[in-house]
């Protein structure tokens, strides 16, 4: 039977020789998912050997090749791929398998390249591997393997390259794999290897790179290793190894070019034999504890990179920075980096000697004295530059306005003085000044406006006097915060602070600024810190501030304002209030902030009654005073005036309304012509009970959006109102608008129709109408407010691990439609928890389009011709990618940044600024130092008490089925954050395609259902 079945084969074709290739072949393609396509070919009307990626041999017609990287392939490696017995190379690398790799590759022995690297496989490392003794080349780099490293390997003795870097893999490193005596390229970088690097490894004699950081080793170097003269790369950073270097280094390893010792506990000096590696390229010894005297680098022609921050290095007064002057020969320096030792002196004039091609300068936190030598405008091609913490004195020289690129400027805490140069304004690219904390004298300069690419200004605690300049308030871009503190600054608070709409904290406290509080404040909705204390503001607090829904810290104490503390301060998210040493009276609000006596401020007003009895204030008298006598009379006079000109008002009133419900018919929406639902500005005001804050829903990117419902068909909607304020959201809306209604996918928010017209104002205004969602957004499940819950004995909503997963596909499903499946790419540009909504099934939906942009040609050269237009990068504090702030262009990419922080903060509930991101640590780091053996200590609390939540049982089967379960959600939560952190990498060109993670997400979210 089976041989009449193989000759009816071979009939069919008509192919003469071995077929089990082809079986293999077809078996292995069972197991893929293809969505390109590519394996389209693999079918039997063709020869197998024709197949895509297929080559063979020509004497057998044997499969000696099959090579399918970078296809968007997944699925698992079938086992089958084991029969290919004549294969020779088989290149899977860049894509997207999962799972384990199969032990049957073991049976390749003809095998000599074996490429699995860049995929998602998990599991051990086959110790069958040993079987393929012809392997030259052996790269499983960037999976996610775990287990011990298989001491069978060190039997491929003509293995070159072996790669098993950025994995999960443990215990210590075989001392066998001293044995691999051809071996040239050894990377275990990026695992949880443990114990002592192998002295044995000194026997690789050929070996030219050696890359063991972000690991555990412990011990020190084996003297052997630097006994290996080939080397090129020696890579142990990021361990625990401690020790000092020999002296003869640079002579024992004549050919290093890359030398990172980097976060270890090395002590003893530089060796002064280092000069004589005149190859190399990198050095980098950051975080050690490393003394004495730098020597010399005169020999270094090909050094680019040189960082030895945090050492006890100098400390001899006198020539402690003379090695800076040695490095004028190495014309291809980028990198330059000494701070956070003891280095003292003055910075010397040779600076102006160093390579053009220096990018970044940082000697923080060292006692360097002396002033800033003008020479440094010479380096015109320096991105960074930073000498916080030193002693220098002097003016700023006007020659750092030489420094187009320059992109992060820090001179804070130095003892600065005279003028800020007017030059700084030539600083076009900057995104980061920071001058604060030195004795910096006259007004600041309005030429600052021409920075228009900042993101922080911070000039706080110096002796700046006269007014903050209107211009400054001009700079759009400012988002991460605005610091004017510790001044002699007067006048007004200028009108155009308004335009700051993306700033998240603003401090002005401590100066001499007067006037009343700008209403236009309210129109910065983004803020989250604003700081007004000890200043000479007067008036009441403008009704506008209550636009500030995001605001948690506000201090308003020791000014001279007064009237009643409006009730909206218990309306916002205020963790901290401050209203102390005004002059308020009457009651003091109950709800919000004023619940908590810690947080709320309010000494130093005797006018002030009510609240809290830790405020320590009088009742508040609640009966109406009665007055007789002789003004009666007079009283009725003037309340009879009152009432009838009260009377002339109301009839103007209405006769004005009239007239704009006249007019308000006349405004035609352009969309009724194309067949959308005719909208007015009447109907939405009804509608929301005149934009009431009770039917306020959140402030989004353009405007606020208010919960309204229609009454000729009962119709609950969301109105988004524009805030036409804000820069190209006016020129921008009819074309956006257009887009919007050519979108149609379930997991994004169906925008119903328009409305642009007057108000009763006469003003324009302009707004979207979009479906309303009954669970409100993703950003309240995740961080619940205590406050918005109805009753005490009302738990806070949470969102269970299956319906986490469920809207991770959902909110992925979206942006792969954006990017990928309609008429050009579309890009959100502004992904966050409060811009995801769910409907009543908690199906998710991405909303708010304010600040969608179109990768279209015309699009491309807008951005170009006008940097600052409505098509420029913005975004929320914690979800823009890197490169937006770095000035990069808008990507897709940037889309998938804002997704993995999103998905991070789904699974571990703590947003991306939470408090406890500091100093160098954030989200992205927090995770993926969690992966994979501690990730029950960085997820939601919930999520491990659901999953433990089923009794455990004396029944035996029932309890293996429990551990079962628990080990599987383990499983899936590391998988989901392995995955978020792939999506967040700080370089766009290591993020997955959005594509790539809805269908991972789809595989776990099988398995969990399996399960």
């Known amino acids: 039977m089976v041989a009449l079945f193989s000759c009816s084969v071979c009939s069919a074709n008509r192919i003469p020789g071995n077929h089990s290739d082809q079986f293999a072949l077809l078996e292995f393609k069972a197991a893929l998912h293809d969505p390109l396509g590519v394996l389209d070919s693999w079918n039997t009307t063709i020869h197998f050997c024709q197949w895509y990626g297929v080559a063979c041999g020509k004497r057998h017609q044997r499969v000696t090749s099959l090579d399918l990287q970078s296809q968007k392939l997944g699925g698992i490696i079938s086992p089958s791929i084991g029969n290919l017995t004549f294969l020779r190379v088989l290149n899977l ?24 690297n860049n995929n998602s496989l998990d599991g051990p490392i086959p110790p069958s591997l040993s079987r393929c003794f012809n392997l030259i080349t052996l790269c499983v780099h960037v999976n996610m393997l775990e287990g011990n490293l298989p001491a069978e390997l060190s039997s491929l003795s003509k293995l070159k390259e072996l790669r098993l870097d950025m994995n999960a893999l443990s215990g210590p490193i075989p001392s066998s794999y001293g044995n691999l005596s051809s071996l040239e390229d050894l990377r275990a970088s990026r695992n949880e290897l443990v114990g002592m690097i192998p002295d044995t490894l000194g026997s690789l004699q050929n070996l030219k790179v050696l890359a063991l950081g972000d690991n555990n080793f412990v011990g020190t170097i084996p003297v052997s290793i630097f006994n290996i003269s080939s080397l090129e790369v020696l890579d142990v950073a990021k361990n625990h190894l401690v020790g000092s270097l020999p002296s003869d280094l640079g002579f024992t390893l004549p050919t290093l070019q890359f030398l990172s010792l980097a976060v270890n506990h090395f002590t003893g000096p530089i060796p002064k034999s280092l000069s004589n590696l005149s190859d190399l390229s990198l050095f980098n010894i950051n975080l050690n504890n490393f003394t004495g005297e730098v020597p010399s680098f005169q020999k270094m022609n090909e050094l680019r990179a040189m960082a030895i921050g945090d050492n006890h290095l100098g400390g001899r007064q006198v020539g402690d920075l003379n090695f800076l002057c040695t490095l004028t020969n190495s014309t291809k320096l980028e990198i330059l980096q000494f701070k956070v030792n003891k280095f003292e002196g003055n910075i010397p004039e040779c600076i102006s000697n160093l390579s053009i091609t220096l990018q970044l300068f940082s000697s923080c936190d060292n006692m360097i004295s002396g002033g800033l030598p003008g020479t440094i405008g010479n380096l015109i091609n320096l991105e960074l530059f930073e000498v916080v913490g030193n002693n220098i004195s002097g003016n700023i020289p006007s020659e750092i306005g030489n420094l187009a690129r320059l992109k992060q400027l820090d001179l804070s805490l130095n003892e600065f003085s005279e003028e800020i140069p007017h ?5 076009s690219m900057l995104t980061y000044l920071n001058l604060a904390s030195n004795s ?3 007004a600041i300069p309005s030429s600052l406006s021409k920075c228009r690419s900042l993101l922080l200004l911070d000039l706080a605690d110096n002796k700046l006097s006269g007014a903050i300049p209107p211009e400054i308030m001009e700079i759009s871009s400012l988002s991460i915060y605005a610091d ?13 602070v308004g335009n700051l709409k993306n700033l998240g904290a603003l ?8 006037g009343e509080i700008p209403g236009n404040l309210g129109s910065c909705i983004m803020m989250e810190i604003l700081y007004m204390q000890d200043n000479l503001f007067e008036g009441s607090i403008p009704s506008s501030l209550s636009n500030l829904k995001g605001i948690q810290e506000l201090n308003l104490s020791k000014n001279m304002l007064y009237g009643q503390i409006p009730k909206f301060l218990e309306d916002l998210n205020l963790t901290s209030l401050g209203l102390a040493f005004n002059e308020f009276e009457g009651a003091v609000p109950t709800g919000g902030v004023f619940r908590n006596a810690s947080a709320t401020s309010l000494i130093g007003n005797k006018d002030l009654c009510g609240g809290l009895a830790e405020f320590r204030l009088p009742k508040c008298n609640t009966e109406e005073p009665r007055r007789v006598g002789t003004m009666s009379v007079v009283r009725i006079i003037i309340i009879s005036s009152v009432s009838g000109l009260l009377g002339l008002l109301l009839i103007l009133v209405l006769l004005y309304i009239l007239w704009c419900r006249r007019q308000s018919k006349t405004t035609a929406s352009e969309f009724s012509r194309d067949g959308l639902l005719k909208v007015s500005y009447q109907s939405l005001l009804k509608a929301t009970n005149g934009f009431s804050s009770i039917n306020l829903i959140g402030s989004g990117s ?13 119709t609950v909607v969301a109105v988004m109102v524009l805030n036409l304020m804000r820069y190209g959201a006016a020129k921008s809306f009819i074309s956006e608008c257009k887009a919007l209604r050519n979108i149609r996918h379930r997991n994004l928010v169906k925008v119903i129709t328009a409305c642009s017209g007057t108000d009763y104002q006469g003003n324009d205004f302009k707004a979207l109408i979009y479906e309303f969602m009954v669970n409100g957004s993703l950003d309240r499940w995740l961080h619940p407010v205590v406050e918005m819950i109805e009753t005490e004995e009302e738990a806070p909503r949470q969102l269970n691990l299956l319906q986490r997963l469920n809207i991770t596909i959902d909110v992925a499903s979206a942006l792969d439609y954006l990017h990928n499946h309609f008429d050009v790419p579309i890009v959100h540009c502004d992904l966050k928890p409060s811009n995801v909504l769910l409907d009543d099934e908690m199906t998710a939906h991405v909303g708010d389009f304010g600040l969608v942009r179109f990768l279209s040609a015309e699009a491309t050269r807008e951005l170009i011709a006008d940097p600052s237009s409505s098509i420029g990068v913005k975004g929320s504090i914690g979800y823009i990618a890197p490169e937006y702030g770095a000035g990069g262009e808008v990507s897709t990419h940037g889309d998938v940044y804002s997704y993995g922080i999103l998905v991070l903060e789904m699974f571990t509930g703590k947003r991306p600024t939470d408090e406890m991101f500091t100093d160098g640590l954030n989200l992205h780091s927090f995770a993926i130092a969690a992966l994979p053996e501690q990730v029950s200590q960085v997820v939601d609390p919930f999520l491990l008490q659901e999953s433990q939540g089923v009794e455990s049982s004396q029944n035996s089967v029932r309890a293996r089925r429990h551990s079962n379960r628990l080990q599987k959600v383990q499983e899936c939560l590391v998988s989901i954050i392995r995955l978020g952190v792939l ?17 991972a997400l789809r595989v776990i979210h099988k398995e969990l259902l399996e399960n």
């Open 423 to 427: 030059t700084v304004g030539n600083l």
């Open 440 to 442: 910096l004298q006259g």
């Open 507 to 514: 401090y002005l406290e401590e100066n001499r600024i007067s």
């Open 484 to 496: 004017f503190s510790g001044n002699n600054l007067t006048g007004k608070l200028p009108l155009e």
């Open 93 to 116: 690398q860049n894509n997207s398998f999962h799972l384990r790799i199969p032990p049957e590759v073991g049976h390749l022995y003809r095998l000599r390249v074996l490429l699995f």
């Open 983 to 999: 999506c967040s990498s700080e370089s766009p060109g290591d993020r997955m395609n959005i594509a790539d993670v809805a269908t």
């Open 702 to 714: 353009f405007g606020s959006v208010f919960r309204g419902v229609f009454d000729w068909n009962q």
